[in-house]
Nanobody, 115 residues
Framework: QVQLVESGGGLVQAGGSLRLSCSAS????????MGWFRQAPGNEREVVAA???????SYADSVKGRFTISRDNAKNTVYLQMNSLKPEDTAIYYC?????????WGQGTQVTVSS
């Protein structure tokens, strides 16, 4: 089992920045990739960014150039630096980890961007 705990959400004005953190514990040796997803009211959950154990990253087109995913293996933590935030970035952001054919989710953290 892997446990994920997110932090760093909040309310920010358009154009501002936030950094989300996701701390992993438990069977972290099994994790092959981690990512951030988001879900806005009435919408499906969508992938925002992902990072593999080797450090390769990928991003949704809507956040490229504005968001950066990174990981600190010593702290078992993944970060999502979000810059130039837009009102349409408002959503609950979830951390996800996958490994050994399983997917794990955090509880989510609310990000609200005011115009």
């Amino acid at each position: 089992q892997v446990q994920l705990v997110e932090s760093g959400g909040g309310l920010v004005q358009a154009g501002g920045s936030l950094r989300l953190s996701c701390s992993a514990s438990g069977a972290i040796f099994s994790i092959s990739a981690m990512g951030w997803f988001r879900q806005a009211p009435g919408n499906e959950r969508e992938v925002v960014a992902a990072i593999t154990s080797g450090g390769s990253t990928s991003y949704a087109d809507s956040v490229k150039g504005r968001f950066t995913i990174s990981r600190d293996n010593a702290k078992n933590t993944v970060y999502l630096q979000m810059n130039s935030l837009k009102p349409e970035d408002t959503a609950i952001y979830y951390c996800e980890a996958e490994g050994a054919g399983l997917h794990y989710w955090g509880q989510g953290t609310q990000v609200t961007v005011s115009s």
